[in-house]
């Protein structure tokens, strides 16, 4: 295959290493992600866990992506250096990455590009919708760690894009809040693929669920996730729900308050551009749910962690 150059993306999150390799026009050549390990029981890493594991693992992960036919056409290597692009932005896991794709660059003689994740999040979605030539857009960040909504201008500024939060949760995550409740009703951890699994199946039978937990109440743009996780893990400890019941109502507690922060966040901006990223996004159930009840909404191939979004956002800082 004939290949004008590429770029290699290297990501290290809280839960997933991961390289990537794409090319001038924006095509994955490599995609290899390896998900950190938690043990039966616990609800998350501790930063030391996760970056010996990041050491671990980059090793075999950049071996699967980097080989005598991908290697001579890199032109450069971007790398995430934290969570935000901001100053103040920092956690120890990326460090893993930044010291694995200083070593790679140098021993290639291309340049390093330093950006972070969360930018890498917008473009790895953002690049594969409707929208990849729009310059302003209304991104959801929903992960593990993060459910923000934030508002994207100057997409393709040689500097990088410029990212207001103008939205999302005051406390915890939704990623934290479906972990926190699945860890209780017996889910591996992380939960939300084997909830979402169980909510689709469940569906396939018609049945519908009972309405027991209150709406997500919004204050402006924003809310707060105590709230429901107190009621939730209050009917678990009363055992007065089944697991599927109370699975899908979670999620549909989910959909119906980010149906209606869509909604206020339209109408407050004026931006109808809306694109999903983030773990929790890939959940299919979720996407149904809020595909069926309101119109311009994108989601991505992409939305859980990757080093896609990072290699595309090296190629456009190269070409573009």
């Known amino acids: 295959m004939i290949r004008e150059g590429t770029v290699l993306g290297i990501d290290t999150s809280n839960y997933t290493t991961s390289a990537a390799i794409v090319d001038k026009n924006g095509n994955v050549f490599r995609d290899c992600r390896q998900q950190l390990a938690v043990r039966e029981g616990r609800r998350g890493l501790r930063q030391s866990e996760a970056l010996f594991q990041h050491v671990d ?26 969570p935000r692009p901001r100053e103040d932005s920092y956690m120890p896991v990326f460090k893993a ?21 969360q930018e890498g999040h917008i473009a790895a979605v953002k690049e594969f919708t409707p929208y990849s030539e729009e310059n302003e857009i209304l991104f959801y ?61 469940f569906c396939e039978l018609g049945e519908q669920p009972s309405h027991v937990l209150t709406p997500i109440p919004l204050d402006g743009l924003f809310f707060n996730l105590s709230g429901i996780e107190s009621q939730t893990m209050r009917l ?3 055992d007065e729900m089944s697991f599927i019941d109370l699975s ?15 909604a206020e966040a339209v109408s407050a901006t004026g931006i109808d551009r809306v694109v999903f990223g983030g773990g929790v996004s890939s959940s299919r159930y979720l996407r149904g749910a809020l595909k069926a009840n309101m119109t311009g909404l994108a989601f991505g191939d992409y939305s859980a962690d990757n080093a896609v979004g990072t290699a595309l956002l090296g190629r456009n800082r190269l070409w573009r």
Not at 57 to 82: C, E, F, G, Q, W
């Open 248 to 262: 899908i109502e979670l999620f549909d507690k989910i959909a119906e308050c980010l149906l209606h922060l869509t």
């Open 141 to 201: 960040h929903i992960s593990g760690g993060t459910t923000e909504l934030l508002k994207v201008t100057d997409y393709f500024g040689k500097k990088g894009m410029n990212i207001e939060i103008i939205g999302g949760t005051k406390d915890i995550s939704f990623g934290q809040l479906i972990d926190r409740i699945g860890v209780a009703l017996g889910c591996g951890f992380p939960s939300g693929k084997e909830m979402d699994d169980s909510v689709l199946r």
């Open 97 to 117: 990455g930044i010291t694995e794709a200083a070593a790679v660059s140098d021993a290639l003689g291309v340049p390093l590009i330093k950006l972070s994740h």
């Open 236 to 238: 678990i400890k009363e």
């Open 57 to 82: 693992n980059l090793p075999d992960v950049i071996h699967n992506v980097l080989d005598d036919d991908t290697r001579r056409d890199i032109r450069a290597v971007a790398v995430s250096t934290k």
